[in-house]
Structures are given as structure tokens and as C-alpha cells.
């Protein structure tokens, strides 16, 4: 229900007042000049939706390209991943910081970024594509520092385009992000990937 995302489960006693009202603002800023019902935020049975036939939604196309990568192969899978990323840029309800509902979905949407980041990296390096897995590898650090996995293909797609000093760099971060917050160190999977780039070793 959507007053209930929006006051957080206390929607106030004439909600549906505030919430048509709310709607109104939203068509009004989305297509001025558009009569209300006649905008691409159409009215359903218990709610509204947009329109899919006259508006792509950038949630939409991210979540379309990720299913067809998970489909395709390898060649076909990294310019899917890559091109779900580009869509994906930026924050999620950036002009929502605190509601809670916002920041649920905020959440799930950067687990699955994450996700597609790994994935593209992964597809990347197996396809001998080291350049185009350092910025995927690189985007899915930033959006979890503490999973090692994203570290590890950063390490390894930095070292297999020959950035040794990169790759170090990579792992220093790794390990200073796992003992100040978690009080751990890097497992043996990121300590044999350290070693290989102390050793010159491709990866």
C-alpha cells in the first residue's frame, strides 16, 4: 500500500486527500499542461502505475538487461552487464535520503548493482577483457567494501592489465577496510592474489 511506504506505516487520518494530492504535484512536474488522468501516471484499481507504452523507467531497463544477461552468453552476457551499469548510474531516490521505504529499496537496488558489477567483472576477466572488468570490479568495491569477492577481481583485473602497483593498492584497501570495520584479515583467496602481484604473476 502506498501511504503505508510513505508515513512509514502511520499514514495520518485523510491520507487519501495528501496522497491524491501528492500525485497531482507529480503529474504536474512530469508532463505541465497535461490534464491529470491523461499523464503517464495512470490511475489503477488501488493505486497507480506508469504507463509502460509511453515512459521507460531506468529501474525497468536495468532489471530487463540483467535478465538477459543472466541468459546469454559469455560475448553477449559483458555488453549487457556493462550497459545495465551505465543505466543503473546514480542514487536511487536521491531526494528521499531518510524514508524508510526509500532506503529499503535504495538498499536492494545497490545489492543488485553490486551483483551485476561482479558479474560483468567475472565475464570480463574470462573472456581475457582485463580493461573492461577493472571498472566494473572497481564499482563493486565502492558499493561493498567489506565483500572480498569484488576486491579480488579488482586485484586481478588490475594485474592482468599490468597495473601491479594498482593491484597492490587494491589489496592494502582490501585488508585496511577488514581490519578497521570488521577486525579480520583478507582470506587466503586475496592473500594468494597479493602474492601473485608481489611475484609479477598474470592472473
Given amino acids: 500500500m502506498i501511504a503505508e ?18 500525485v497531482a ?12 488522468r491523461a499523464t503517464m501516471l495512470c ?5 497507480y502505475r506508469f504507463d509502460t507504452e509511453r515512459v521507460r523507467i531506468d529501474l525497468h531497463d536495468f532489471d530487463e538487461r540483467i535478465r538477459r544477461a543472466g541468459h546469454a552468453a559469455p560475448e553477449q552476457a559483458l555488453p549487457l552487464w556493462e550497459s545495465a ?7 536511487l531516490l536521491a531526494t528521499e535520503p531518510y524514508a524508510a521505504w526509500a532506503v529499503d529499496a535504495r538498499r ?6 553490486h551483483t551485476a558489477a561482479a558479474a560483468g567483472a567475472e565475464i570480463a576477466l574470462a573472456l581475457r577483457q582485463a580493461e573492461r572488468a577493472v571498472p566494473l570490479a572497481r564499482l563493486a568495491t565502492e558499493l561493498d567494501p567489506l565483500a572480498e569477492h569484488g576486491w ?52
Fill in 43 to 47: 490511475t489503477t484499481p488501488g493505486g
Fill in 25 to 36: 504535484l507529480l503529474r504536474r512536474a512530469l508532463q505541465p499542461g497535461v490534464p491529470g
Fill in 85 to 91: 551499469v551505465r543505466v543503473a548510474d546514480g542514487i
Fill in 152 to 203: 579480488q577481481l579488482l586485484i586481478r583485473a588490475e594485474l592482468a592489465s599490468g597495473r601491479r602497483a594498482e593491484a597492490a593498492h587494491a589489496f592494502h584497501a582490501c585488508r585496511a577496510g577488514l581490519r578497521r570495520d570488521l577486525g579480520l584479515e583478507p582470506d587466503v583467496r586475496t592473500r594468494e592474489l597479493f602474492a601473485d602481484v608481489l611475484a609479477g604473476h598474470a592472473v
Fill in 108 to 113: 536492494a537496488h545497490e545489492r543488485a548493482l
Fill in 5 to 22: 511506504h510513505i508515513w512509514s506505516g502511520r499514514p495520518p487520518r485523510r491520507w487519501q486527500v495528501t496522497l491524491e494530492s501528492y
